[in-house]
């Protein structure tokens, strides 16, 4: 790097430290506008700081990984997700506004009632906020620390030392400089800069792709050279091919690089089966954060545009140009970070790692402060000291700010591969997903059923996933078998004790009013009708679910000259835009929606 491109590092790192300390008095009145912004973000700036928290520097590490070892078709691993993020939209975003929580843990103590929701509220807040938010911020920082190292970043500053120890100055330096704006400022520090970051990381993405398909000679020459390099189908966007000799039906590609068992645990499982089928998570911080349930769900749907359908193909060009350009490079995820020092010009490389130590930031600065929420509300509010001040609140969220940094620093030290831990993360969260989504339609769910789920997901994703005599090495057989024995723990918890009691049945159906057969006895007891049409919103999830995955394969198809499945994409995205546009006219038509303009 040259002294301009240190000089542009520098200007955005201090304009970045400048918004933390401007907006550290108003994170600091109480826990509300701490955590969740007073309950007061715009749709935009809630929808953008949900995408940019989903824009890592690891992301395009472990995208070019994905592509590299297992063709685009690779990416269903997380592109199923998608799938829930529009059920996210259409069923979830307002009840967790109407919810008014400040994290998903809290909703155990409204939903259910007694110990066991005390237990329940506990326990997952203590799981959610270490082991697995730690995780995470320890495979963000762990993809900082290898674009620091490709780069030469220390030894450019006369720093020499062995491969640990610059790991560990890398990730002391990185973990120091996120926790000032992110423990200073709290939500509104993290989606002020979001606004600004994901922008920024989407620019460089940008760039990076350009110059990446330029050095290869271009889009056309892109894909001529791809299928040379390997001998599975990288470019192909689906595992499956469409008929053949003899055989006119759809088969599974014998090249496709991901196996047809991961496939269909993919489409047919992974999506409802994790720990945020019900939009929970981070994304519960910026619904509760979000001025009206109205804003809330525009939030949700701008998300997914800028999350699926805009930022997908610049990594994916990348990724099979670092293909093409490194074919014998072990670490396929360094193919990125190497692209980027070997063709980037003065100034626009400076430019580009700003734009990375943004995408880092965004992410990392979002997980911890959400770990720090359940930390702070979940375990000291609720069971250390129910009286504390709204000042000792926040210097206890500080507190944890700093103890979640700490530990996720040392999940990044001793990891070693982006896609690996990206993979622990999902299993360590599968299996509890169903009943996460059936306690907001069932009255019949209890506090049991849950904490089952929960301890069941994390204790068997660990054991399948980290322990060598037990280990499921195919991912999909994994995915299946952590489902179905959690789902059978549950099950058997549910029925085997006592449903919650009338009282905490009514209070929680009279807060969030949620559609559908489930709570007919606590409708007819509150003498209150449902604030949601399930009937239709479900109708809405499948027109979105063919917009949303239409536009993402049009814009591939088209890109990588694949133009029948461009237009078939097309017709497909369009035909679910035109329905879900009459199904909001008919929603206008049947019910306006509480908090919604049409009231």
């Given at each position: ?32 506008e ?21 824009f ?46 400040i ?77 000032i ?17 994901f ?25 001529r ?9 990288i ?43 019900d ?44 293909l ?21 010009p ?20 979002t ?24 000042t ?68 068997i ?52 009013r ?13 003498g ?72």
């Open positions: 790097m040259t002294l301009i491109d240190w000089l542009i590092v520098l200007f955005y790192l201090v304009a970045t430290m400048g918004v933390g300390l401007y907006l550290s008095r108003k994170g600091s009145k109480n826990l509300a701490f955590f969740v912004s007073g309950r007061s973000l715009p749709w935009w700036l809630a929808g953008t700081s949900m995408a940019a928290t989903t890592s520097i690891d992301t395009p590490l472990y995208i070019t990984g994905i592509v590299g070892n297992r063709g685009i078709a690779g990416n269903w691993e997380w592109w199923t997700f998608g799938i829930s993020h529009i059920i996210m939209v259409y069923i979830f975003a307002r009840m967790w506004r109407r919810s008014e929580v994290t998903d843990a809290e909703l155990t103590e409204i939903r259910y009632g007694g110990n066991m929701a005390a237990i329940l509220r506990g326990v997952k807040a203590f799981i959610f906020a270490v082991p697995m938010n730690c995780i995470g911020i320890g495979y963000a920082m762990l993809a900082m620390v290898k674009v620091v190292d490709a780069l030469g970043i220390w030894q450019s500053l006369g720093i020499d030392a062995g491969e640990n120890t610059l790991k560990l100055i890398s990730v002391i330096g990185v973990s120091i400089f996120v926790l704006y992110a423990g200073l400022a709290g939500l509104w520090g993290v989606v002020a800069t979001d606004f600004f970051q922008f920024l990381a989407l620019f460089g993405a940008i760039v990076v792709a350009f110059f990446a398909v330029n050095s290869v000679g271009g889009i056309h020459e892109l894909v050279q791809v299928p040379l390099s390997s001998d599975k189908d470019l192909s966007l689906l595992p499956l091919t469409f008929g053949g000799e003899g055989n006119p039906f759809i088969q599974f590609s014998q090249t496709a690089g991901i196996t047809a068992s991961t496939f269909l645990a993919y489409i047919a499982i992974q999506w409802w089966s994790w720990r945020r089928s939009g929970g998570g981070e994304f519960v911080q910026r619904f509760a954060a979000a001025k009206n349930e109205t804003e809330a769900e525009k939030a949700a749907w701008l998300f997914n545009i800028m999350h699926y359908v805009i930022r997908t193909w610049p990594w994916i060009l990348v990724a099979l140009a670092a093409v350009l490194y074919p014998d490079l072990q670490d396929k995820e360094l193919g990125y970070p190497k692209l980027m020092l070997d063709f980037l003065p100034a626009m490389l400076g430019l580009v790692v700003a734009s990375l130590i943004a995408a880092f930031m965004s992410t990392v600065s997980s911890i402060n959400w770990g720090a929420s359940f930390v702070t509300n979940d375990l000291y509010l609720r069971f250390i000291k129910p009286s504390a001040t709204q000792e609140l926040v210097f206890i969220g500080r507190l944890s700010s700093v103890l979640v940094t700490a530990i996720g620093a040392i999940a990044a030290f001793l990891a070693s591969d982006v896609a690996t831990v990206f993979r622990l993360v999902i299993a360590i969260g599968t299996g509890s997903g169903l009943i996460l989504v059936l306690r907001w339609f069932w009255w019949r769910v209890n506090a049991a059923a849950e904490l089952t789920a929960i301890i069941g997901s994390f204790v994703g660990s054991v399948t996933s980290l322990v060598p005599a037990l280990t499921i090495a195919d991912f999909g057989l994994r995915l299946m078998f952590i489902t179905a024995s959690v789902t059978l723990l549950w099950v058997i918890a549910l029925f085997a004790t006592k449903p919650e009691t009338e009282a905490t049945l009514n209070e929680f159906y009279r807060r969030v949620p559609g559908g057969p489930g709570w007919t006895k606590q409708r007819a007891s509150t209150l009708e449902p604030a949601q049409n399930l009937s239709l919103d479900l109708q809405r999830v499948a027109a979105g679910i063919l917009l949303l995955f239409g536009f993402l394969l049009t814009t591939g198809g088209f890109l990588l000259l694949q133009p029948t499945i461009g237009w078939i994409a097309l017709i497909v995205g369009v035909g679910g835009w035109m329905w879900l546009r009459q199904l909001n006219k008919s929603n206008a038509l049947l019910m306006p929606r509480p908090g919604s303009d049409l009231d």
